[in-house]
């Protein structure tokens, strides 16, 4: 609107955040984690984001004034703006929302006509899944937007919480012959064959290009793995090292990697196999305004990755002499709605996919008086709502929401609508549950959570954040080890009973369980009755050795 | 050559150490690159983990699985007369635990591990 | 138990031959609690024993525990297999059943 217009009166030109120079022969175009958002929203990203061991004040675990320091970026700026959480609410509404296929449309054909037969346009996945209509269509909404778009390649990590039939399905109708879907890490479960394309290579501007893909190595373990019983996945990197060499004996001159390891798994992938110029990845939804040089044993390689919510599009220019890559540019661009005019053609798919479905997603179910975003290790204000509503619908002692990292923003006054809901809650494993579970069982989850975010070795985490907690208080110390991270826990003021029992409410279980109630109506029934809903501060547990990390600000 | 007795002692050893004198007899390993152990960091089902072990040494005369922190830890134990120094199997996992590969080659003993944690799941970005 | 499965799968490339040998078998530890009876426990019912012989002559034998997964999938590897050679595994459980397979190398 005016206030994002007005904005750029003292500041840079609209269009000059988007006049990206040509430069070499070869583009690659990166968007991940798109978590099927089609229309613009609001993006905060995160205020805590540590980083532990060696990968402590690195990038991606850098946050706010760090983060800017980092990358030189001007503060106040748009840059600023996007890539951190600092001033959210006033930086929002001055340059308003972000992403949306349409505007992203717009962005990828204004960068192909300017690099004409040069550029392959690169998913890295969590691509059908993160909103209601991708839900409500198996995902179906995101496969035709992504097609529209123009993308070439992908890879995958919710896609498969449709279930192995469904993937198989989109993969060998949907996207034949139009769009690749790489993974070289998903194999049968028993006689170890691949079940996907493990790579290809294409001819980009006379230059052979190979993009070799990587799934998310823990799908089966973050996820329910009931969905894809039959498919083992991991990180291999001796297989990934198998098909570098297998590419460059083919003769490719650039070996990109289209990652959904997460950017800690990255780095270290990146640190072990050789012949890998970019892993260009997505999981952690890291926004990382510059590429992370990593040496190997093979020489070098680039590790890019690119945000969340088609909130961003990575370019990748390189310059490819001799048979390989000379030298390259990078730009991180930011998609900003008011910046960039809507593309026709995505507007009118859009429309057409969203109508069945405007009604329900329109219904208003409460006013927000603060902020509501989801983003960090250990809660945000959206995140705190839902434990909210279930410590008070389910009548619990304890409540768990798990630590996604996808969802949009609110800002204060705006309408929660059934649609903002859907945006943190749909999953095909969203039934709400109340468990029965003693204090040591608690502990035990909790420990195991932590260690999946803060164990120095990134081939032992996960990449999520933690589990968000309401009606138990706990410190948290990061730099301990396994079991001894999680200290006094107390509910109510009492310390956690190793041997008691207690009431437990929570959602997105990945074991089987009957499916009930999804977590939406829970919410949505707590919102309804609430009419406005104030969320103070999010409860985050005391933490130790957190002070002074650059991954840190509060 | 005939095939020997199941090493019922071996099996029934509830520490590491125990298990791999029942298996090969006195003599403490030496860790080897040469012994690639190819286990998951992660265990996606605690049942079934599954585990490669391959002997880059000539001579390879036995390969044993051990999971430390299984009530008794020895998986497996394989003697080669013509086959590779190789084996694989599938493996039950208690908890997070080190999963030791032990090599015979030579008359030597030699030791890989690596850590496999066995993890609730359910995060994820 | 004569209908218990055995399958073996080899595949070739170079000189190298993996065989990969998968038995339909529960490999009951003894730990586990009868579902029909909480105060007993499943019998221990597992492999002990899995040879592999190459045209007759034994190329490894495996020693299994409990700790083996249900449906045991066991591997190894062979150098210089020709077209034609069988390969063959036997195996016995400590309840006194026992089964084989065969395989032919393509
Ligand atoms: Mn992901
Ligand atoms: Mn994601």
Redesign the interface.
């Given at each position: 609107g005016l206030n994002g217009r007005k904005a750029f009166a003292g500041d840079k030109k609209p269009a000059d955040l988007y006049d990206v120079a040509p430069f070499g022969n070869v583009t690659l175009l990166h968007m991940t984690d798109s978590h099927a958002q089609l229309i613009p929203t609001y993006y905060r990203e995160p205020n805590i984001n540590i980083g532990v061991g060696a990968a402590r004040g690195k990038p991606p675990h850098l946050v706010g004034e760090a983060l800017l320091k980092h990358f030189n970026i001007k503060p106040g700026s748009i840059e600023a703006h996007a890539f951190t959480f600092l001033d959210f609410e006033q930086a929002a509404r001055r340059y308003g929302k972000v992403g949306g296929y349409a505007h992203l449309a717009t962005l990828v054909k204004k960068l192909r006509a300017s690099r004409p037969g040069r550029t392959l346009f690169l998913d890295g996945g969590d691509t059908w899944q993160g909103s209601a209509t991708a839900l409500w269509t198996k995902g179906q909404d995101m496969v035709d937007a992504q097609k529209l778009l123009g993308v070439d390649i992908m890879t995958a990590h919710w896609e498969f919480t449709y279930g192995a039939e469904r993937v198989k399905e989109i993969v060998e109708k949907d996207l034949k012959g139009q769009i690749e879907f790489l993974a070289q890490n998903v194999n049968d479960a028993t006689w170890g064959e691949l079940i996907f394309k493990p790579y290809v290579i294409r001819e980009i501007n006379k230059v052979p290009v190979a993009i070799i893909g990587q799934a998310f190595p823990y799908t089966p373990i973050a996820n329910p793995r009931y969905m894809i019983p039959d498919w083992s996945f991991g990180i291999n990197d001796d297989h990934m090292q198998k098909m570098v060499d297998e590419v460059r004996a083919k003769g490719a001159q650039v070996v990109a990697v289209l990652s959904h390891n997460g950017m800690d798994v990255d780095l270290k992938m990146a640190s072990r196999v050789r012949g890998i110029d970019v892993i260009l990845g997505g999981h952690t939804h890291d926004a990382v305004p510059a590429p992370s040089l990593v040496k190997n044993a093979g020489g070098q390689t680039l590790v890019i990755n690119s945000g969340s919510n088609s909130k961003y599009l990575a370019v990748l220019d390189l310059d490819v002499r001799n048979g390989k890559v000379a030298d390259y540019r990078f730009k991180m661009l930011p998609v900003f709605a008011n910046l960039l005019p809507p593309d026709k053609e995505m507007t009118a798919y859009i429309e057409k996919v969203r109508a069945p479905y405007a009604s329900k997603l329109g219904e208003k179910l409460a006013v927000t008086e603060g902020l509501l975003y989801r983003r960090g290790n250990f809660n945000g204000t959206f995140d705190q709502l839902i434990i909210d509503a279930l410590l008070a619908v389910q009548g619990a002692d304890i409540a768990f929401s798990p630590g996604f990292r996808w969802g949009t923003t609110l800002l204060p006054g705006d309408a929660i609508t059934m649609e903002h809901l859907m945006d943190q809650t749909a999953i095909t494993y969203a039934t709400a549950t109340v468990n029965h579970l003693t204090g040591e069982q608690i502990k035990i989850i909790l420990e195991d959570i932590a260690d999946n975010l803060y164990h120095t070795d990134p081939y032992y985490q996960q990449g999520g954040d933690m589990v968000r907690v309401g009606g138990l208080q706990y410190t948290l110390d990061i730099n301990q080890t396994h079991g001894k991270r999680i200290q006094n826990p107390t509910v109510k003021g009492k310390p956690l009973d190793a041997g008691r029992k207690y009431k437990v409410a929570g959602w997105a279980s990945v074991q089987p369980i009957e499916p009930g109630k999804p977590v939406w109506d829970v919410v949505a029934e707590y919102l309804r009755a609430a009419k406005t809903v104030r969320v103070g501060q999010p409860y985050i547990p005391r933490l130790k050795g957190a002070s002074g990390n650059p991954g840190y600000a509060v | 050559?005939l095939?020997?007795e199941?090493?019922k002692d071996?099996?029934a050893a509830k520490q590491l150490d125990e298990a791999i004198r029942a298996v090969f007899g006195p003599g403490a390993p030496s860790p080897s690159t040469a012994v690639k152990l190819?286990v998951?960091?992660?265990?996606?089902?605690s049942?079934?983990?599954?585990i490669?072990v391959l002997a880059e040494m000539p001579n390879v005369e036995a390969i044993a699985v051990f999971?430390e922190k299984?009530?008794?830890p020895?998986?497996?134990?394989?003697?080669?007369?013509?086959?590779?120094g190789?084996?694989?199997?599938?493996?039950?996992m208690g908890q997070?635990s080190d999963v030791v590969a032990v090599v015979k080659a030579g008359g030597k003993l030699y030791s890989a591990k690596q850590?496999v944690?066995v993890?609730?799941?359910?995060?994820?970005? | 138990m004569a209908d218990i499965q055995t399958k073996i799968r080899t595949k070739t490339q170079g000189d190298m031959t993996d065989v990969l040998v998968l038995i339909d078998h529960p490999m009951e530890t003894g730990q586990r609690p009868d579902p029909k009876d909480k105060d007993k426990k499943v019998p221990a019912h597992y492999i002990q024993k899995l040879n592999f012989s190459l045209n007759g002559k034994e190329i490894a034998s495996t020693d299994l525990g409990p700790a083996v997964s249900k449906d045991p999938l066991i591997g190894i590897k062979l150098k210089g297999v020709k077209p034609g050679d069988k390969i063959k595994v036997t195996w016995s459980d400590n309840q006194g059943q026992s089964g084989n397979g065969e395989a032919t190398a393509g």
């Open positions: - | 050559a095939a020997a199941w090493p071996a099996f190819r998951p960091t992660q265990a996606e089902n049942a079934q983990v599954q490669q999971v299984n009530p008794s020895l998986v497996a134990h394989a003697s080669f007369s013509g086959a590779e190789y084996f694989s199997a599938r493996m039950k997070t850590n944690k993890t609730v799941g359910g995060c994820g970005g | -």
